[in-house]
Protein backbone atom coordinates (compact mmCIF):
# COMPACT_ATOMS: atom_id res chain seq x y z
CA UNK A 1 0.00 0.00 0.00
CA UNK A 2 1.42 3.55 -0.75
CA UNK A 3 1.68 6.04 1.69
CA UNK A 4 -0.49 9.13 1.48
CA UNK A 5 1.47 12.18 -0.21
CA UNK A 6 1.18 14.29 3.11
CA UNK A 7 3.14 11.68 5.40
CA UNK A 8 4.66 9.87 2.03
CA UNK A 9 8.95 10.93 2.97
CA UNK A 10 8.11 10.40 7.17
CA UNK A 11 6.84 6.94 6.89
CA UNK A 12 9.34 6.00 4.11
CA UNK A 13 12.92 7.27 5.94
CA UNK A 14 11.17 5.06 9.30
CA UNK A 15 11.01 2.05 6.82
CA UNK A 16 14.15 2.85 5.13
CA UNK A 17 15.82 3.40 8.52
CA UNK A 18 14.94 -0.15 9.36
CA UNK A 19 15.65 -1.32 5.90
CA UNK A 20 19.23 -0.04 6.61
CA UNK A 21 20.11 -1.13 9.95
CA UNK A 22 18.89 -4.77 9.19
CA UNK A 23 21.36 -4.63 6.54
CA UNK A 24 24.00 -3.38 9.25
CA UNK A 25 23.12 -5.78 11.51
CA UNK A 26 23.69 -8.76 8.72
CA UNK A 27 19.58 -9.81 9.43
CA UNK A 28 18.79 -12.56 6.91
CA UNK A 29 16.58 -11.92 4.10
CA UNK A 30 14.54 -14.23 1.51
CA UNK A 31 15.69 -14.29 -2.10
CA UNK A 32 12.67 -11.99 -2.76
CA UNK A 33 13.47 -9.54 -0.16
CA UNK A 34 17.44 -9.75 -1.07
CA UNK A 35 16.20 -8.63 -4.87
CA UNK A 36 14.08 -5.87 -3.47
CA UNK A 37 16.40 -4.44 -1.49
CA UNK A 38 18.92 -4.19 -4.12
CA UNK A 39 16.51 -2.68 -6.57
CA UNK A 40 15.46 -0.06 -4.31
CA UNK A 41 18.88 0.92 -3.22
CA UNK A 42 20.08 0.83 -6.74
CA UNK A 43 17.18 3.20 -7.91
CA UNK A 44 17.80 5.53 -5.12
CA UNK A 45 21.79 5.77 -5.67
CA UNK A 46 21.16 6.07 -9.46
CA UNK A 47 18.66 8.94 -8.71
CA UNK A 48 21.71 10.21 -6.16
CA UNK A 49 24.10 10.25 -8.71
CA UNK A 50 21.51 11.61 -12.09
CA UNK A 51 21.03 14.70 -9.95
CA UNK A 52 25.07 15.27 -9.02
CA UNK A 53 24.18 14.67 -4.93
CA UNK A 54 27.01 11.63 -5.13
CA UNK A 55 29.81 11.14 -8.17
CA UNK A 56 29.72 6.98 -8.21
CA UNK A 57 28.69 3.67 -6.20
CA UNK A 58 30.06 0.76 -6.02
CA UNK A 59 27.19 -1.86 -7.48
CA UNK A 60 29.47 -4.91 -6.54
CA UNK A 61 29.51 -3.76 -3.01
CA UNK A 62 26.17 -3.28 -2.27
CA UNK A 63 25.08 -6.53 -4.08
CA UNK A 64 27.99 -7.60 -1.59
CA UNK A 65 26.06 -6.69 1.43
CA UNK A 66 23.09 -7.51 -0.03
CA UNK A 67 24.24 -11.48 -0.77
CA UNK A 68 26.17 -11.78 2.81
CA UNK A 69 22.17 -11.36 4.39
CA UNK A 70 20.62 -13.63 1.75
CA UNK A 71 22.84 -16.53 2.27
CA UNK A 72 22.30 -16.43 5.94
CA UNK A 73 18.45 -17.61 5.03
CA UNK A 74 19.51 -20.10 2.33
CA UNK A 75 21.98 -21.81 5.02
Same mark, same amino acid.
Request: include cysteine; hydrophobic fraction near 30%; glycine fraction near 2%.
Given at each position: %??? %? ?7 ? +? +???? @??? +? ?8 ? &???? =? ?7 ? =?????? @? ?6 ? @? ?5 ? =??? @???? &?? +? &?
Amino acid at each position: %MSN %MSYCRFRNT +E +EDIS @DCI +EALGEGNSLS &KEEA =VSAERMFNS =VLEFFQ @DNRIIENY @DKEQLQK =VIE @DCKE &KE +E &K
